[in-house]
């Protein structure tokens, strides 16, 4: 499951459906960085939906994607196979460049995507943990072209461009402080007409916020111990509240809203069997996300002259534990 954001407990947001391209029914020609379990989602969704959708991934995957298309098997979506381009780099114009790697792929895969292949309006769209790509980004695309997403969603792909959904929800969240909000809104209807439920938000700093105030306690802890939600939330309470308290403040200092009893509540709800994806990545021998999501937040805590004990100490030792 991805760690972007716990699902809201309350009603789940109404799903996307039809196949108009956008709120004018235009036909857009999106590219997917990193088409696995969340970008070969979006990228089989959008394709569904009369999209132009290009995959950028290495030659095998890009050969594997051409020939065979993506193939979802999916409760809301149902299961099907959609065609889609690929390429192992950029080479037109598009109207949306999803980014959907992990922090730890981000640098060797944007040689993928020159900023001059873009096009004069097409719009960077990272769905990737932490609070700092933004900044980055821009900084290769310009500022007017990055719109963040955060995207609540459980999707693996179990084999090249084999995706399967298992949550009965896909529900996103578009941010961007620096885009015209009219881009955001026509991005924002074309993704919902293909599936997921899709919100604009106008507070990037909160949006993102979000997300890191549940995952980098969920994160830090379960790679910490090796263990699933259920046994962090009973066998290390007492870390898990002063981790999420601690978050939270550097939350509020960063200008977003954070509610340490509301992230608890959440995380009391979810399947105590619940894993997260860095502790996943440990358990596999894969590079960790840790400096995206602790450094990240230390980083901030620095900044903002927060006090952040707990998150040091655990951002320390999965530090010395990965040498």
């Known amino acids: 499951m991805t760690d ?13 459906a039809g196949t108009d391209a956008s709120p004018a029914g235009e036909r857009l020609t999106v590219a997917v960085l990193g088409p696995g379990g969340v970008g070969g989602l979006l990228a089989a969704l959008m394709a569904r939906a009369g999209h132009r959708v290009i995959c950028l991934a290495r030659d095998e995957t890009a050969r594997t994607l051409h020939t065979g298309g993506i193939h979802v098997h999916s409760g809301p979506f149902g299961d099907f196979t959609a065609r889609v381009a690929a390429d192992t780099e950029l080479r037109e114009p598009v109207d949306a460049c999803l980014i959907a790697v992990k922090h730890t792929a981000l640098d060797e895969a944007l040689h993928r995507v020159p900023p001059h292949a873009l096009g004069e309006n097409g719009l960077v769209v990272p769905f990737l943990n932490g609070v700092e790509h933004p900044a980055a980004l821009r900084a290769r695309y310009g500022a007017a072209r990055v719109a963040p997403a955060v995207i609540r969603v459980e999707s693996t792909r179990v084999a090249p461009g084999v995706i399967e959904h298992g949550s009965p929800f896909a529900e996103i969240d578009l941010t961007g402080d620096t885009v015209p909000r009219e881009r955001l809104d026509a991005l924002a209807g074309a993704l919902a007409k293909a599936g997921p439920a899709v919100r604009v938000r106008d507070d990037e700093a909160a949006t993102l916020w979000a997300k890191m105030s549940f995952l980098a306690p969920f994160a830090l802890l379960t790679t910490r111990y090796g263990l699933p939600l259920g046994d962090v939330r009973t066998g290390h309470r007492a870390e898990l509240t002063a981790l999420v308290e601690e ?3 550097v939350s509020r200092a960063s200008g977003a809203p954070a509610d340490p009893a509301q992230a608890l509540a959440r995380y009391d709800a979810f399947p ?3 894993r997260s994806s860095m502790q996943r990545d440990a358990e596999a021998g894969r590079p960790l996300e840790l400096d995206a999501i602790g450094g990240a937040l230390l980083r901030a805590a620095e900044r903002y002259g927060v006090s952040v004990p707990v998150a040091a100490r655990l951002v320390r030792e ?3 534990a990965a040498r």
Do not use: K, V
């Open 318 to 320: 999965l530090a010395d």
């Open 247 to 249: 978050t939270a403040a």
């Open 272 to 274: 105590p069997d619940t």
């Open 4 to 16: 972007n954001h716990a699902p809201d407990l309350s009603a789940p947001l109404p799903t996307g």
